[in-house]
């Protein structure tokens, strides 16, 4: 399978710049696999395509302040994008402690893995000010241009990421937020990721409510959203290209939740792609959903047989992504080419602020 088989063409002008508000006027396109037709609504509307008894699964990573600004000894501006925890060889965090709690070993730790801009000029025994007491050493390199930094601090990272750091936005967005939180779901729990899962940001509180009321429960786990997500697949064929590694978290009350449901002959409803990889990379093949934590290298394209989601809920993905390659292994490649194009045609918003889609 090839990546031109993943691209499309889109007008500029249907990029999405900010989020509607309220975030569920947002709208809507179901897509349904078995007769491929669409329906177009408001996402508002979605408590009308879901029953009691269905679990809705979601991503309740918080987005953190990541890129640091500062500069170098000589004056020159530095910027630094942290990514992850810098993994040791066996490909776990080495900040992590041994029973410390899975969702703060991903962001504990002195030792990153960052983007760091410029490239040129920023070799390894760099040092960044990034505040009168916070520097960065540039410590070492790893292919893609990643590289290993190193923060000294009196304060712990997060700490550190309050007080200097900035929420990064995707490239395609060059408008300001009025409002920081709009880059966070309305469930946000969980600081560690450095892209929103934007399939959620759909949600409001008062939606929420209405499908609680409605008997349809929701469950939350949690992945930590990094460049493995959005790292440009850059083989020719999609099969050679491997996913960077992205933290997890499944608790066994969320496991056993979304098996009873499932048990009990509800639907799964995934949100998001961040939350389809985390459910497949714990599943059995008989689709019960297992828990536990750990770094997910899991890459889903056309051919994925899929065995823990029934429906779900995403965005419009750039073309050429690995989140396109997912849509469409879930979607069917000819449907959702077909209903991209009906959503250009429509004038649907797309990319992280843009409008949703309901795979049924």
């Given at each position: ?14 990029i999405a ?40 699964v ?19 501006a ?16 080495g900040s992590?402690p ?34 009168p ?8 390199r ?6 290993l ?27 300001r ?7 966070q ?22 939606l ?11 469950v ?6 990094g460049l493995?997500t ?12 491997r ?42 093949p ?18 994925f ?10 965005n ?13 292994a ?6 959702i080419?077909q ?12 990319y ?9």
């Amino acid at each position: 399978m090839r990546l031109a088989d993943f691209d499309y063409a889109l007008p500029p002008e249907l990029i999405a710049q900010h989020p509607v508000h309220p975030r569920d006027t947002a709208r809507l396109m179901v897509v349904d696999r078995v007769t491929g037709r669409y329906e177009h609504r408001m996402f508002s509307e979605l408590p009308e395509f879901l029953t009691a008894g269905d679990a809705i699964v979601i991503n309740d990573t918080r987005v953190i302040p990541a890129r640091l600004r500062g500069r170098k000894p000589t004056g020159g501006a530095v910027e630094i994008l942290l990514l992850r925890p810098a993994l040791n060889p066996s490909g776990t965090s080495g900040s992590r402690p041994a029973t410390g709690s899975p969702q703060a070993g991903p962001i504990e730790g002195a030792r990153w893995e960052a983007l760091v801009t410029p490239g040129r000029g920023t070799g390894p025994g760099t040092r960044v000010t990034i505040g009168p007491d916070v520097e960065v050493e540039i410590a070492g390199r790893h292919p893609g241009g990643v590289r290993l930094v190193h923060i000294h601090a009196d304060q712990p990272v997060l700490e550190v990421l309050r007080r200097h750091g900035e929420v990064p936005l995707p490239p395609y967005v060059h408008e300001r937020l009025e409002r920081v939180d709009d880059y966070q779901t309305v469930y946000a729990t969980h600081p560690g990721a450095v892209a929103a899962p934007t399939a959620g940001l759909h949600f409001t509180d008062d939606l929420i409510a209405r499908l609680e009321g409605a008997g349809v429960q929701f469950v939350r786990i949690t992945m930590h959203i990094g460049l493995g997500t959005f790292r440009p697949v850059t083989s020719d064929e999609i099969s050679a290209h491997r996913m960077e590694a992205e933290w997890y978290e499944v608790s066994p009350d969320a496991a056993h939740r979304i098996n009873e449901a499932r048990r009990a002959g509800g639907r799964i409803v995934v949100v998001g792609t961040s939350t389809v990889r985390t459910l497949e990379t714990l599943a059995a093949p008989d689709g019960r959903v297992g828990h536990g934590s750990g770094w997910a290298t899991l890459f889903i394209y056309p051919g994925f047989q899929f065995t823990a989601a029934d429906l779900l809920v995403t965005n419009f993905h750039l073309p050429k992504t690995t989140l396109m390659m997912l849509v469409s292994a879930f979607g069917g490649q000819a449907l959702i080419r077909q209903a991209y194009a009906e959503a250009i045609v429509r004038r649907y918003r797309f990319y992280s602020f843009g409008d949703a889609m309901l795979i049924r």
